[in-house]
């Protein structure tokens, strides 16, 4: 009916949003950048309709702290490709991008919005927390 204590650490990430070039060169795996310990971690074919290919790309920033990719050939075009999914990995996140057509060519680019800044973090209790609900 009610709990005695509630204590914790509650975590966020404070920083600000900055449009950046990975430093990747290439697109396969095992290729890494020069920020955010950008790694290729696989490049797998697509069988299901609307793609041929997926690309997955580690960074060690959390889940929700990059977005907005663009992936380029080496002549700076856009590769038609989107981002698929986003998913915790230890030490940071993988995001995963489906090519629409072809294969990734061998040399080129990724820049994405990625959220630099440091984690802060506040630790909170509550006590006498009443589960009862008002009446």
């Not at 949003?17 to 990975?22: F, P």
């Not at 630790?123 to 609900?133: C, E, G, H, N, R």
């Amino acid at each position: 009916q009610a709990l005695r204590e509630l204590a914790g650490t509650f975590t966020c990430l404070v920083g600000e949003w900055k449009e950046l070039d990975l430093g990747v060169t290439g697109f396969s795996v095992g290729q890494t950048g020069k920020q955010h310990g950008a790694k290729i971690v696989s490049v797998k074919p697509w069988t299901l309709p609307g793609g041929t290919q997926t690309l997955a790309l580690f960074l060690d920033v959390p889940l929700n702290a990059s977005d907005r990719f663009v992936l380029t050939d080496a002549a700076g075009q856009a590769i038609p490709c989107h981002q698929m999914q986003q998913e915790s990995a230890p030490g940071g996140s993988i995001t995963t991008f489906l090519l629409e057509q072809g294969s990734f060519p061998p040399a080129g680019k990724i820049k994405g919005r990625i959220l630099e800044g440091k984690p802060v973090e506040m630790p909170f209790k509550f006590t006498q927390f009443s589960l009862k609900a008002a009446k």
